[in-house]
């Protein structure tokens, strides 16, 4: 089946730094999402992104199917922020996502 | 829109007994709902593919008759854990597919089971 890496695995920030995160996936992908889990578990949906770039206020990610990697990036980092980024694929668009083993970052003032 | 929920959010029960998780997909209708797990500090872990209407589809290793799995209605999926062991404590979390759509899956908040 399809693989997904990411990388860093962990990440420690002070508040206001940037930050890039990146999925790596070894197959063609329908569909792309990434997403923020916070401390009591819940999936926060960031980008849906199968390709192109995305913003969302400090928030942005491209995804260039072509070479099968996206980016999300993280600018002036706050403490809100902490938490573990997955990335996770879908090779046809209706089956089940295929999640990597996520990036924890941890921000701190 | 697009709200998926779950409950309980959050269980403890003793060894042995049974324990269902509904997910429900709030304001769309979802032909095909997926389960996962997670255990402390790892990633998500497909459990089975639920489809309204027929059986679950399995992933290799989980049991089917420990954890039974029903999608009565084009909004509702259940997950039982059967005689459930401390091996069975994990985080369940559910995700849903706008029936008729391609693209972006909606995640309930998860389900905390405990098992003593």
């Known amino acids: 089946g399809i693989q997904v890496e990411q990388s860093p695995p962990d990440l420690i920030l002070q508040e206001g730094a940037n930050s890039t995160l990146r999925c790596n996936f070894s197959d063609s992908v329908n569909n792309l999402q990434w997403f923020h889990q916070n401390p009591w578990g819940q999936l926060i949906n960031l980008f849906y992104i199968p390709s192109g770039t995305k913003q969302n206020g400090r928030l942005s990610a491209t995804t260039v199917a072509t070479e099968r990697y996206s980016l999300l990036y993280i600018s002036s980092s706050q403490t809100t922020d902490s938490g573990v980024y997955f990335c996770?694929?879908?090779?046809?668009?209706?089956?089940?996502?295929?999640f990597g083993k996520g990036t924890r970052l941890s921000v701190i003032a | 829109g697009a709200v998926v929920s779950q409950h309980p959010s959050w269980v403890i029960c003793k060894s042995g007994t049974s324990v269902k998780i509904e997910c429900r997909s709030l304001d769309f209708q979802a032909t095909t709902m997926f389960w996962y797990r997670q255990f402390p500090k790892q990633s998500l872990m497909l459990m089975a593919t639920?489809?309204?209407?027929?059986?679950?589809?399995?992933e290799q290793g989980v049991e089917k008759d420990k954890f039974l799995i029903n999608h009565a209605s084009l909004t509702l999926s259940t997950l039982t854990v059967t005689s459930a062991h401390p091996e069975d404590s994990s985080f369940y979390i559910c995700?849903?597919?706008?029936?008729?759509?391609?693209?972006?899956?909606?995640f309930g908040p998860g389900t905390r089971l405990t098992v003593l």
């Open positions: 639920s489809n309204e209407g027929s059986k679950a589809t399995y």
């Open positions: 995700s849903a597919i706008l029936a008729g759509a391609l693209g972006t899956q909606y």
């Open positions: 996770a694929v879908d090779p046809t668009g209706n089956t089940p996502l295929v």
